[in-house]
């Protein structure tokens, strides 16, 4: 079984919209260090068709300003508000043991530590302090938010396609 070229892609950042009017974009970068998404281009669009060069130009409130090959408009620029920008995995970091990127955590099963199943992680979401899995699954009302810490989550099965939860007492 191959991969999908979707499977082999990583969102590393989205465009907030234009920066000033010559078509510069204000960029959120998902990465540990914001300015190594100019590394990993060019960075396309999720299904492929859309390739761009990225030059970062400066840091703002919440992100940074870029300039994308062949983005020469404020127009151009508006027009890909909103767009996720994805790089492919082999040319980021291999992650230490106890690190993982949002996407390879998405889907996968979670069991609580007597194996019963909980759901699976729909998002991953950060509001600050650290990250929260959103878990969907039968049983549940609405989704629950679990914080993804070494207590509560102690251990990630990527091969298995599973997580391991000890969530705090009644959140589920």
């Known amino acids: 079984m191959t991969n999908s070229p979707a499977e082999d892609l990583v969102c590393v950042g989205a465009i907030a919209g234009a920066y000033g009017v010559r078509g510069e974009v204000r960029l959120k970068s998902f990465c540990a260090e914001p300015e190594d998404i100019e590394v990993y281009a060019p960075l396309s669009t999720e299904d492929g068709a859309q390739s ?21 408009s404020k127009e151009a620029a508006d027009a890909l508000k909103g767009v996720r920008l994805y790089a492919p995995r082999d040319r980021l970091p291999a992650l230490p043991d106890d690190e993982f990127y949002h996407a390879d ?4 099963e979670v069991v609580d ?3 019963t199943v909980l759901g699976r992680v729909r998002s991953v979401q950060n509001h ?3 990250d929260l899995l959103e878990i969907a699954g039968p049983g549940l009302k609405t989704t ?4 993804f810490t070494q207590e509560a989550v102690p251990t ?14 009644g959140l589920f």
């Open 144 to 147: 629950v938010l679990l914080p």
């Open 128 to 130: 600050g302090a650290s």
């Open 156 to 169: 990630v099965d990527l091969e298995a396609g599973r997580i391991i939860a000890d969530p705090p007492e």
């Open 105 to 108: 955590l998405i889907g996968l």
């Open 52 to 72: 761009y060069t990225v030059g970062i130009t400066g840091r703002i409130k919440n992100g940074l300003t870029a300039r994308l090959g062949g983005v020469d």
């Open 113 to 115: 530590t007597g194996g």
